[in-house]
């Protein structure tokens, strides 16, 4: 489907070259001089990068991206197993189409999966998610006044900065957006 310039906003999906964008930011320009244009900032779906592009009288193919939850199963080798919440269907992933969710993947995770022309582009996993500490340096007595970090392992083998109170056995939340210690659980 196309759309104009006009039609630009925030969340929507464009084809550009092949390649799938995620609208970012957009700015309608209409200058005193000449026609109006549209500069927005355009991130790929895939590889997340940031592209920043100008359109002026221009027709623009938006993309129909398709959201579904998926479950993880299970890992075997660099497969890793999803199951469809919907069709019940499995969906063997390769490691480089799970991408940075592999971080968190826990069994019986659910994630969403962003799905265009029948093929997952890629994966997002839940804002917050719950890791327990697997190993990481004791904290001192009196440690807990003072701020600072430290890094703990956690059951996913993802290594995340947390604060010196922090041990082993603590069930941590983080923010998948910013890979980030949240807080306790």
Do not use: W
């Given at each position: ?80 197993e999803?199951?469809d ?28 999966a ?72």
């Amino acid at each position: 489907m196309q759309a104009g310039i006009n039609d630009i906003k925030n969340g929507l999906s464009i084809e550009l070259e092949g390649t799938v964008y995620y609208v970012v930011s957009y700015e309608n320009v209409k200058p005193g001089k000449g026609s109006a244009f549209v500069r927005t900032k355009l991130r790929n779906i895939k590889t997340g990068a940031i592209l920043e592009r100008t359109f002026r009288n221009e027709k623009i193919e938006t993309a129909d991206i398709d959201k579904r939850t998926f479950q993880y199963l299970y890992t075997s080798g660099d497969t890793y197993e999803f199951m469809d919440h919907d069709t019940y269907d499995q969906f063997p992933l390769h490691r480089d189409q799970v991408g940075q969710v592999e971080n968190y993947l826990k069994e019986n995770m659910e994630v969403t999966a962003l799905i265009y022309k029948g093929q997952v582009l890629t994966l997002e996993p839940p804002i917050f998610i719950d890791l327990k500490i697997v190993s990481t340096e004791p904290g001192i007595r009196g440690d807990t006044s003072k701020s600072g970090n430290k890094p703990a392992k956690t059951e996913t083998g993802f290594i995340v900065s947390v604060p010196l109170f922090v041990s082993e056995g603590d069930v941590v939340r983080i923010d998948t957006r910013t890979k980030e210690y949240v807080g306790r659980v």
